[in-house]
């Protein structure tokens, strides 16, 4: 069992930054792809970035959005930069637990079988 608690939302006006953060539970989080997923009122919920196991990452957001990973804390994070209204939604971290070990760059829903609650951000004057 895993759990995922986000942090780090807020409202933040356009240009600005915020760093999202995302605590797991469990003691085999450093073998766990861990993504961070975003869901917009009225959209469905869609890639943000991704880490592997060994730290190759990817993103649908380039250049303005890191991710990153701290095994000994059992933390991920999301630095947003250079932030837009159209940034704002509900940021949801996901761990994918089923393929541990595994240094894939999964960027699917249907890939992750554990999610937290979600953080609201807001980009707004």
């Known amino acids: 069992q895993v759990q995922l608690v986000e942090s780090g939302g807020g409202l933040v006006q356009p240009g600005g930054s915020l760093r999202l953060s995302c605590a797991a539970s469990g003691r085999t989080f450093s073998s766990y792809a861990m993504g961070w997923f975003r869901q917009a009122p009225g959209k469905e919920r869609e890639f943000v970035a991704v880490?592997?196991?060994?730290?190759f990452r990817t993103y649908s957001v380039k250049g303005r959005f890191t991710i990153s990973r701290d095994n000994a804390k059992n933390t991920v994070y999301l630095q947003m930069n250079s932030l837009k209204p159209e940034d704002t939604a509900v940021y949801y971290c996901a761990a994918d637990s089923v393929r541990p070990g595994w240094d894939g760059l999964p960027s699917k829903v249907v890939e992750y079988d554990y999610w937290g609650q979600g953080t609201q951000v807001t980009v707004s004057s």
């Open positions: 880490i592997s196991v060994s730290g």
